[in-house]
């Protein structure tokens, strides 16, 4: 389906109820939307901001008891940055998520995905993948994951689809698009490869806004 927003701006919806419910955005955001948030990221994204190995990555135990970091990306999350929430374009923007009635439409598909409607956000993760970075498959502690996607046109890389391992479901991870879903379902990150010699910044951003009772 397409709908045409308050604000002109046309978005095409997938909804899917089976495996598992999620729904696919594209044009998430408005351009004015999408200018503010790219300020952000670009501040975020200077001076190694963003960390690799970071508390913010999944992990495994590993055979000599240690632990395996499942992830090879960069990420923080918002509140290790600002205080505040009113001080972060992304913050404030990433609301939308909750006024839009895009919730509405996803609490159709069954009665797990209705419970959405009841959750708040519990915290904003930001990250950027460069070449042959990726995540290893994992959940999420939370009940829903939403995912925005973010690169610089024209795109310098390929894959870093988004792989839902246990159902063999593959999304293509869009510039301004967004996915919803459950954060029990197991995904990974595949590996983006550059087209050739790429600088900073020039890879695949990403918004993770995660919902929870807590």
């Known amino acids: 389906m397409t709908i045409t927003t308050e604000d002109g701006n046309r978005q095409k919806i997938k909804k899917y109820a089976l495996p598992f419910p999620y729904l696919i955005v594209k044009d998430w ?14 501040f975020l994204s200077d001076f190694e901001k963003l960390q690799r190995y970071s508390l913010s990555g999944a992990y495994k135990p590993s055979p000599d008891g240690g632990i395996i970091n499942l992830s090879s990306h960069k990420s923080l999350y918002l509140n290790q940055v600002f205080v505040h929430e009113r001080m972060s374009n992304i913050a404030i923007i990433t609301k939308k998520l909750f006024s839009s009635g895009i919730l509405s439409l996803y609490a159709k598909l069954d009665v797990y995905a209705k419970s959405s409607l009841n959750l708040h956000q519990a915290n904003i993760k930001i990250g950027y993948y460069e070449n042959n970075d990726s995540y290893g498959a994992h959940y999420d502690e939370h009940n829903f994951t939403c995912i925005s996607y973010f690169y610089k046109e024209p795109k310098k890389f390929s894959n870093g689809n988004l792989h839902f391992v246990d159902f063999g479901i593959e999304y293509e991870c869009l510039n301004n698009s967004m996915i919803i879903f459950p954060s029990h379902i197991r995904h990974k990150v595949n590996p983006i490869n550059f087209f050739g010699e790429s600088n900073k910044k020039e890879g695949r951003f990403y918004i993770t806004q995660f919902l929870s009772y807590r």
């Open 29 to 42: 955001y408005s351009s004015e939307e999408c200018e503010l948030i790219w300020k952000e990221l670009d």
